[in-house]
């Protein structure tokens, strides 16, 4: 009995001396998390990222249960200063990386992410990151998540992100982002293109004809300097749900427009549409949101469907709109 308390309290004994013994954290991801702690200065958002202790069992990271390699960093509404560290790199097994809501996230996203051919979640979002939207993206066949909203990106969209197969979600909304939209957004390579956000953004000219190729769900284009025709990204055999293309420079007649029955929300507020509200509209029953106001309608709103569920703020502002919820004719 004696004999087996002491085998007892020594195995107890030495399971309390060799901590490392029992953990799972993998000793180079370890190091490089230390790295990343340091190289954001130390934040105390990171405070138990402690040498001492399993990194499995860290705040912000997950580790994956069969290989216990770090595959999950995700900060989330912190007070750190700095840059994305280029250590972030050198997490192979990483599928989700996310930095979002950060008080003060400077410098440009690193190149080094670039190697993380596991990733499938991206969120870089509410920081003050600038540079470009890099195109090694791209690269990362895996992604089906890339959102780097509300951010203060520059310069154009990367044509190559439409080679991404699996990418369910676009978000590029609320940079300073300019040029075109790519005409390769009209050939998305998965079976089903992403839903696309490029709202709050500098992009100009006329959005290419590609894209009516594409069987989009929810699009928003809005606040950008968008012109011309878009009457090719309607259709009765579309998908479309949701539809933002508010505060654009769209010019076109959309009297003859015709839409899915799926339709739920159309924005066009503020742009230059020109005919009379489509009579199409009055067969959708989803249609929730809607609002042409701002532009050059003109006639007697068609009667039916919930047209006349909305009030005079969706329709007013037009050259000659009449009928309700507007005035009489
Ligand atoms: C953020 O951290 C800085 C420096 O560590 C500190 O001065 C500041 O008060 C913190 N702000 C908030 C909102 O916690
Ligand atoms: C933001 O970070 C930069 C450099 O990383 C630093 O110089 C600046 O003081 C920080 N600003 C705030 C408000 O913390
Ligand atoms: C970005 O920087 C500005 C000015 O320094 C600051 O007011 C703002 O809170 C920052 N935003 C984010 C999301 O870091
Ligand atoms: C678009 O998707 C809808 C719903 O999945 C489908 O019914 C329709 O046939 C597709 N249209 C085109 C043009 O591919
Ligand atoms: C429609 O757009 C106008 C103009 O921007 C805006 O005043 C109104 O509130 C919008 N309606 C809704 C329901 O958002």
């Not at 979002?100 to 870089?124: D, E, F, Y």
């Not at 089906?144 to 509300?150: A, G, I, K, N, R």
């Not at 929730?288 to 909305?310: D, M, T």
Request: charged share 15%; aromatic share 10%.
């Amino acid at each position: 009995m004696n004999y087996l308390f002491s085998i007892t309290f020594l195995v107890y004994f030495l399971s309390l001396s060799f901590p490392s013994n029992s953990e799972r954290c993998n000793p180079q991801d370890k190091k490089v998390l230390l790295k990343i702690k340091q190289d954001l200065n130390n934040p105390y958002h990171l405070a138990s990222w402690n040498p001492d202790t399993d990194c499995c069992d860290w705040y912000v990271v997950d580790c994956d249960p069969k290989t216990n390699r770090i595959n999950a960093l995700t900060v989330f509404q912190a007070n750190i200063s700095g840059q994305i560290p280029a250590a972030v790199g050198d997490l192979p097994y990483l599928e989700n990386l996310v930095f979002r809501h950060i008080t003060n996230i400077t410098g440009q996203i690193p190149s080094a992410i670039g190697k993380l051919s596991r990733l499938t979640l991206v969120r870089i979002s509410y920081t003050n990151i600038t540079g470009p939207v890099p195109s090694f993206f791209s690269k990362l066949k895996a992604l089906t998540y890339l959102d780097l909203s509300f951010n203060q990106l520059s310069g154009s969209i990367p044509p190559s992100l439409s080679l991404l197969p699996n990418l369910q979600a676009l978000h590029l909304d609320r940079n300073r982002l300019t040029g075109m939209i790519p005409e390769s957004f009209g050939a998305f390579a998965g079976s089903s293109p992403p839903d696309l956000y490029l709202s709050h953004n500098q992009l100009t000219g006329s959005v290419p004809k590609s894209l009516g190729n594409m069987n989009f769900t929810r699009i928003d284009l809005s606040r950008n300097q968008l012109q011309g025709d878009i009457s090719f990204l309607f259709g009765k055999t579309k998908a479309l749900e949701n539809a933002d293309f508010s505060r654009n420079l769209f010019e076109f007649d959309i009297t003859k427009l015709e839409f899915p029955e799926s339709l739920i929300a159309l924005d066009w507020n503020h742009n230059k549409l020109q005919g009379n509200v489509p009579v199409a509209l009055t067969t959708l029953g989803n249609l929730q949101q809607f609002n042409v106001s701002y532009n050059r309608l003109c006639g007697q709103i068609p009667v039916g469907g919930n047209l006349q569920s909305f009030t005079y703020a969706e329709y007013f502002h037009n050259r000659c709109l009449c009928g309700a919820p507007l005035p009489a004719c």
